[in-house]
């Protein structure tokens, strides 16, 4: 027979503090182990964001990221004239060369001290078709030709004199702002976007880094990958564009998962710890009442069962109060330098109902392991000593 | 200490249970440690940085050279004493599972600009000599198992193709915060086989008096501000420091989970210690009965608080210590001269003794209050 639920509820508001204690001390955990994840999900997320499966990105043979790449105009030109170029509406090619340029920028409202690298993206007209996702959200794209750039939605957030309307000064100029623009919560957000004409002779560049295009049939990229590594004219490394900025996430979005994992792992050893105590002592304290329980005839498996799911349900309680306590973090926006390409990405965290869910799944387990051995314990007292 | 045996007694009771206390003292001040330990580490390399040492790089930003030209413009400038420069190669090495930092440096005023990178004579001026030579950091020898005279081909990813080094010196950096895993070769080398005349990364400059760097560094920039590319200078201090920025949020992230994971921790022992006290009443009251005074019941209990907390503190502590002291943890690279310093330390000490104090001071003035009839009258 089954030891009612209502006896371990009223045995648990029998020791508020302790009970509390410990629940505040799980849902801790649980808060840092969701935050650690959401912050590996939503750099990784911004940067697999960034690139398209219809898109082909190609750089220098053996350049490992757009700003060690380089490609002149000739090997542009015969890119351009592929046949692995899909036509855009207007019949010219989606393909857009561009140049990756990285400017000092001071972050807003910090000391001028605090500088991030930021990307500015030289590019063709129409990169506004080839990439994804991109919507400008205010003002009109900048027109080729003239000293017009256009800002991501994340980097004017960080930056000061990012305002559609006023003129932000790099490469020894000014540039006016005349748009922001979103990407899909992709790296794109973090760059300052304008017409790769216009860059080249401010930054003394004679070609472009990399170029990227639509590719005719999407399927067909093995094949487009093999004609133009192979063109002797070329010497180029061509990617799957999605494929290559997962990959510029990964050296970072791996330290953090190990980092949350570590962490979190030795937290929840220090919090089970903390759950074995709290509950060993729960039992020595109950001694009298589990020895009347078993005098009354409930089975020692029911008295066991009864005291794990008595250590879940604090951990339970820690686990949603976790959860409480990370929720306001969603959606925030923080920013580091992404090694691989260094430049400052700007990230939010992204907590998703599987990531609420992996936290109260990790309380439970952490209330469950915490419980077994004093719940043990108390279903294999002798019931004579334990009335004495 | 007379009545030590008795705390000590006390102590072994309940061995699972003060073992499990003990531990995850022990593994929450390792985690705080380890967590500040990265705070130190990135601040001490902003800090880095010596007085008479100034770095000019191109105003447009980091990633744009110098012409080098400019060595004997540099040379000439008042204040300054001596000029070298450096370029950023960003190669790779075999699968690139562990990245280190290559430059190309013109040698002899590079060793001489820094002191801090020692390697024994011979090999110095052998590096100097040899084209094709590199030197390399005392870890790489650890990591690739690399030997003196050995050949080394990395792959160029901003100068196409395979370069071959011949390892002729292996240094030790004499301050920590200097990484020991990078390798250094000629930056004539890298002229001679890109074709391309001659651009330096950055320059470094050693100026003659510290006081005077601002008007030196303006003084230079002035000189080149209208010229093919303008120069920012500062000091070397400034200049790394703008790379611990580049991390950004980071240091408050880690800070802020150290706290929490400190916090959550420490309630849960504390509590557990509190509730394990509580169960003793019945013992107080037979122990003031045989005549300790309630000052001693007092010094009992929190000195059974503070043993445990002791214990947790030096294992937890002394563990991050020695564990990255004797692992010679950099963390890839990324964090080099990652020690737990005295001040992390002392903290940490600070904490274990608020936690000795949160969890022993409600049991000990109970005990020390326990009205012995009543407290007996529950003794069967």
């Known amino acids: 027979m089954k030891i009612p639920l209502i006896y371990n509820l009223r045995s648990v508001m029998q020791r508020p503090t302790s009970t509390a204690f410990t629940a505040i001390g799980i849902g801790l955990v649980v808060a840092v182990f969701i935050g650690m994840l959401a912050l590996a999900n939503g750099f990784r997320a911004a940067l697999t964001r960034t690139g398209s499966d219809r898109n082909a990105l ?9 700003l060690s790449s380089g490609l002149d105009r000739e090997a542009v030109s015969i890119l351009a004239a592929s046949s692995h170029v899909a036509p855009g509406p207007d019949g010219r090619p989606l393909f857009s060369a561009e140049s990756y ?66 003129a932000l000064r790099f490469g020894g100029r000014d540039w006016a702002v005349v748009c922001h623009f979103t990407a899909g919560g992709s790296s794109f957000e973090s760059e300052v976007w304008g017409d790769a004409e216009q860059f080249q002779p401010v930054f003394r560049r004679q070609g472009f880094s990399s170029a990227s295009f639509r590719l005719a049939d999407p399927a067909a990229f093995e ?43 030795i937290m929840a050893v220090g919090a089970i710890f903390g759950a074995v105590n709290t509950m060993y002592a729960a039992v020595a304290a109950r001694a009298p009442e589990i ?85 043990w314990r108390a279903a294999r007292r002798p019931v004579v000593q334990a009335l004495r | 200490m007379k009545y030590f045996h008795l705390v000590l007694a006390n102590l072994g009771r309940h061995k699972r249970r003060t073992l499990l206390t003990i531990a995850s003292v022990a593994l929450a001040l390792f985690l705080f440690a380890s967590l500040r330990t990265v705070v130190t580490t990135l601040a001490a390399a902003a800090q880095f940085g010596s007085a008479r040492r100034l770095v000019s790089t191109n105003a447009t930003g980091i990633v744009f050279p110098l012409p080098l030209s400019y060595a004997n413009k540099l040379q000439a ?155 920012k200078t500062g000091t070397e201090q400034a200049f790394n420091a703008s790379f611990a920025t580049m991390w950004g949020n980071v240091s408050l992230l880690m800070g802020t989970i150290g706290m929490a994971v400190v916090f959550a921790i420490l309630l849960v022992t504390a509590n557990a210690m509190m509730m394990s006290a509580r169960e003793r009443t019945r013992e107080v009251a037979v122990l003031k009965t045989i ?51 005295t001040s992390t330390l002392a903290i940490g000490a600070g904490v274990t003794l608020l936690l000795m104090l949160a969890s022993g001071l409600v049991p000990a003035v109970r005990a020390a209050r326990l009205p012995v009839v009543q407290a007996l009258r529950r003794v069967e």
């Open chain 1, 58 to 66: 190609v750089l220098r043979r053996g350049a490992d990221s757009e």
């Open chain 1, 101 to 166: 340029l990285l400017i000092p920028l001071s972050r807003r409202g910090a000391d001028t001290n605090t500088v991030a690298n930021v990307v500015v993206r030289g590019v063709a007209a129409a990169a506004w078709q080839v990439r994804q996702n991109l919507v400008i959200t205010e003002g009109q794209a900048p027109v080729p030709g003239r000293n017009e750039v256009c800002v991501g939605r994340t980097m004017a957030l960080k930056f000061p004199n990012t305002d559609v309307g006023q």
């Open chain 1, 223 to 265: 094949e487009a990958e093999r004609a133009l590594e192979a063109d002797q004219r070329l010497q180029v490394d061509v990617y799957r564009e999605a494929a290559f900025y997962a990959e510029q996430s990964e050296v970072l979005g791996r330290i953090l998962e190990i980092l949350a994992f570590l962490i979190t792992s």
């Open chain 1, 291 to 375: 020895a009347v329980l078993l005098t009354l005839g409930f089975h020692p498996r029911s008295v066991l069962l009864s005291f794990l799911v008595e250590s879940a349900l604090i951990a339970l309680v820690g686990g949603v109060l976790g959860i409480l306590l990370v929720l306001p973090v969603n959606g925030m926006v923080t920013s580091t330098t992404n090694w691989a390409s260094f430049s400052e990405i700007a990230f939010s965290f992204r907590i998703t109902p599987a990531l609420l869910l992996s936290g109260v799944v990790f309380a439970a387990v952490m209330g469950t392991l915490g419980g077994f051995f004093p719940a």
């Open chain 2, 77 to 231: 400038t008042p204040g300054v004493e001596a000029v070298s420069w450096a370029n950023w190669f960003g190669g790779r090495y075999g699968d690139n599972k562990r990245f280190f930092a290559q430059f190309a440096v013109d040698p002899a005023s590079y060793l001489e600009m820094y002191p801090e990178i020692a390697l024994p004579e011979d090999q110095k001026q052998a590096f100097i000599r040899e084209r094709s030579s590199a030197i390399i950091g005392r870890r790489l020898v650890d990591i690739f198992g690399w030997k003196l005279g050995q050949d080394v081909t990395i792959q160029g990813t901003i100068y196409p193709g395979d370069w071959t080094f011949t390892i002729r010196g292996i240094y030790t950096p004499t301050d920590a915060v200097i990484n020991d895993d990078m390798m250094l070769f000629q930056h004539e080398y890298l002229e001679e086989r890109t074709g391309r005349p001659g651009q330096a990364g950055w320059y470094v400059l050693r100026i003659d008096d510290g006081d005077k760097s601002a008007s030196i560094a303006k003084g230079i920039d002035d000189q080149f501000r209208n010229s093919n590319a303008a120069t």
């Open chain 2, 291 to 341: 005549g300790f005074t309630d000052r001693t019941l007092f010094g009992l209990v929190m000195l059974e608080a503070g043993l445990i907390a002791g214990i947790g503190a030096v294992l937890g502590l002394g563990g991050a210590k020695l564990l990255y002291k004797s692992t010679n943890f950099n963390a890839g690279g990324f964090l080099p001269g990652f020690d737990v310093t």
